[in-house]
T-cell receptor, first 114, second 115 residues
Framework: GDSVTQMEGPVTLSEEAFLTINCTYT??????LFWYVQYPGEGLQLLLK?????DKGSNKGFEATYRKETTSFHLEKGSVQVSDSAVYFC?????????????FGAGTRLFVKA | KAGVTQTPRYLIKTRGQQVTLSCSPI?????VSWYQQTPGQGLQFLFE???????NKGNFPGRFSGRQFSNSRSEMNVSTLELGDSALYLC??????????????FGPGTRLTVT
């Protein structure tokens, strides 16, 4: 079945450091890929998305490119801020015969120190 | 546009009781999905409804059920609560027009504690 694997956390960085959170997936179809972020005490928020191979999603300085050849969708940011501290989830969504389904990775907790 | 709302935000129940959680999607969104989030299991898919029909279901026992109304509002019910049902229950709505990607918009969740 489909699955999403993302790097384990927590990841601890100093402010202005470069961030990479790795995400790889397995899928039988052509899913859309997403990064969601969850701040403490809140639900998930969509951070960025990509719907087909070679698409680059970007938002708030974060970027991720849909790489079909390596089945990856790594999240990057050039300079993190304390306010980026949160849990980040990689996910794939697809429509199947059984209906719409989203599979999430386990989440990666990011701590950014001032 | 108002976001996804979930009620109640917090709930404490006793083992063996039943509970009903409510979710109001973003206006115009016809798909509603439910997830259970726990520290040990992460985010697990419960079920998805579209136009009052359950289209997809995760691997949860029959004690977990849901429904969707004609205005797209959705409820989920858990009967005979167990301690392991303590979790954050998240609802997400999605537009899902043909050709539109399937991003979801999440509510703040209902924190259920079973004692």
């Amino acid at each position: 079945g489909d699955s999403v694997t993302q790097m384990e956390g927590p990841v601890t960085l100093s402010e202005e450091a470069f961030l990479t959170i790795n995400c790889t997936y397995t899928a039988t179809g052509y899913p859309s890929l997403f990064w969601y972020v969850q701040y403490p005490g809140e639900g998930l928020q969509l951070l960025l998305k990509a719907t087909k191979a070679d698409d680059k999603g970007s938002n708030k300085g974060f970027e991720a490119t849909y790489r079909k050849e390596t089945t990856s969708f790594h999240l990057e940011k050039g300079s993190v801020q304390v306010s980026d501290s949160a849990v980040y989830f990689c996910a794939l969504s697809d429509m199947r015969a059984g209906g719409f389904k989203t599979i999430f990775g386990a989440g990666t907790r990011l701590f950014v120190k001032a | 546009k108002a976001g996804v709302t979930q009620t109640p935000r917090y709930l404490i129940k006793t083992r063996g009781q039943q509970v009903t959680l409510s979710c109001s999607p973003i206006s115009g969104h016809r798909s509603v999905s439910w997830y259970q989030q726990t520290p040990g299991q992460g985010l697990q898919f419960l079920f998805e409804y579209f136009s009052e029909t359950q289209r997809n279901k995760g691997n949860f026992p029959g004690r977990f059920s849901g429904r969707q109304f004609s205005n797209s509002r959705s409820e989920m019910n858990v009967s005979t609560l167990e301690l392991g049902d303590s979790a954050l229950y998240l609802c997400a709505s999605s537009l899902q027009l043909a050709g539109v990607s399937y991003e979801q918009y999440f509510g703040p969740g209902t924190r259920l504690t079973v004692t």
